[in-house]
T-cell receptor
Framework: KNEVEQSPQNLTAQEGEFITINCSYS?????LHWLQQHPGGGIVSLFM???GKKKHGRLIATINIQEKHSSLHITASHPRDSAVYIC???????????????FGQGTILTVHP | SAVISQKPSRDICQRGTSLTIQCQVD?????MFWYRQQPGQSLTLIAT?????????ESGFVIDKFPISRPNLTFSTLTVSNMSPEDSSIYLC???????????FGEGSRLTVL
């Protein structure tokens, strides 16, 4: 079992739909990141969470530390949201493991006009 | 925040040759990492680039194949040595901004080995 599991692996939506991507993890973490990767390969950090909820524009990210689960929501989706969304957790262990990230497999989102 | 300039953005190389990828950050950062992303896969950590000392490699990656330099807190290089087609991947550098803990990535270097 992977330490970080994302679902779904692929997601297709119509423009305007509400989208949810889920991330479950099994290790102790100091932070969880949601990343966006466009076809060119560049990666942008969308959110860093250690508790609660954050919102940026049409994007909302939540985390439940007790349940080891996080969700990324996109409201009023748009074709330009089409990308790979990656959940990554940062180890809570210190020493040489500090700062190391473990990545989910990514969710490929396609939003059609 | 941190702005990362990574180059080359892409290259096509012959088997047996080596390629050096550069990563320049616009501010001093302590934590810098090199990742590989094979086609259709997620990111895999190659090593942590340590300023002034040898990089810390992850299981399955060795210094002879992926030598890393980090002469200061704003710059690092990753060399992919004696390349084979299996090395065809996107290579990315990443930093953690010390104060906020935010992540920043370079644009990636897409390497194709023929």
């Amino acid at each position: 079992k992977n330490e970080v599991e994302q679902s779904p692996q692929n997601l297709t939506a119509q423009e305007g739909e509400f989208i949810t991507i889920n991330c479950s993890y099994s290790v102790g973490i100091s932070a969880l990141h949601w990343l966006q990767q466009h076809p060119g390969g560049g990666i942008v950090s969308l959110f860093m969470l250690s508790s609660g909820k954050k919102k940026h524009g049409r994007l909302i990210a939540t985390i439940n530390i007790q349940e080891k689960h996080s969700s990324l929501h996109i409201t009023a989706s748009h074709p330009r949201d089409s990308a790979v969304y990656i959940c990554a957790v940062r180890s809570a262990v210190g020493g040489t493991s500090y700062g190391k990230l473990t990545f989910g497999q990514g969710t490929i989102l396609t939003v059609h006009p | 925040s941190a702005v990362i300039s990574q180059k080359p953005s892409r290259d096509i190389c012959q088997r047996g040759t080596s390629l050096t990828i550069q990563c320049q950050v616009d501010s001093q950062v302590t934590m810098m990492f090199w990742y590989r992303q094979q086609p259709g896969q997620s990111l895999t950590l190659i090593a942590t680039a340590n300023q002034g000392s040898e990089a810390t490699y992850e299981s399955g990656f060795v210094i002879d194949k992926f030598p890393i330099s980090r002469p200061n807190l704003t710059f690092s290089t990753l060399t992919v040595s004696n390349m084979s087609p299996e090395d065809s991947s996107i290579y990315l550098c990443s930093v953690i901004a010390g104060g906020s803990g935010e992540l920043f990535f370079g644009e990636g270097s897409r390497l194709t080995v023929l």
